[in-house]
């Protein structure tokens, strides 16, 4: 991201200058500036001037602190190389960083603040090859496979867990097992109260006066019973709420388990499948030859829980490639 840019001259001279008017000595500073533009496949730097609205970002290819709180820097932004003199804390090689004017005594300068930087203790130089070997990237690979080996392991047990969990079918709201109980009620009471053998001999051989009596007499039984069984049923509420809620809790306790399984398996297939990509960015890095010192040891010690970290650090490391290698 750059905006407005304009530039006071190229080559590092402007940076020496700079340098020089800090009141520190630029020493070897021309070499090293040319050998981290030519590590980074350029043929040039240039010095932009500050500007109220100018902002850009890039990556740290050279900083050397040249007093308090002040340092020269090269940072590579998306087409070129900016050499310049800011303040503030002296950020790491390869470091993301954003770089924006800031008013200093009046004046205008630069500060660069960092976006990320580097983690597991890895740093990276750029210009010719010294002691730099691949091994750190050997490391982070093993690493890689081990915790691609403790993903499949946590989906096996996924699977046994899911298959222990009991299934439960699905739960009537409250109101429609009342309403199916008095349903059940109120056919029970009707079948019970029915008229007896008995009464329905005298209803064939009664009159009008008689027959009514009967009939009467049946509806009088069987209201008595609705009645009777439904007090019983309205007594038992509570009880049969207090079991639908339990059935219920068991049931969303159930759902609630099996969501959290399926969303752990989600979420160790995404694992995996990010494993797979960071991989190929630590095969890119390593065959850009991207110079990188680390402490084995504690690479040696990398699980599951540096995942994030490692594919952080990888996926900087692979947007500090020179565009022109990772297009091959």
Known sequence: MTTHARFVGSGVQPLVDAVKAAGAEPGDLRAVVWQATWARGFEDVIAPAPAARLKADGFVVFARPIGPEKYATVIETTHALWALVARGVLPTLGSRVRIVPAFIDH??????????SLGLGLTVRFGPKLTETSAWADRLSDALARIAGAEVERRKQIVVERRSIVAVEPIKPLREELDALHEALRLRVDAETAGTPEERAAYEKGNEKQRQAIVHECKARRIRRYNEEVARLRARIP?????????MAATNASRSSVAELEDAASRSRSVTERVTTVEHQLAAVRAAAVLVSANLESLDELGPADFEEISRTVELLYDLIPHHAQKR
């Open 107 to 116: 004046e205008i300068g630069w500060e660069v603040g960092v976006i990320e």
């Open 239 to 247: 009880e049969l709420t207090a079991a639908h809620e339990k059935r």
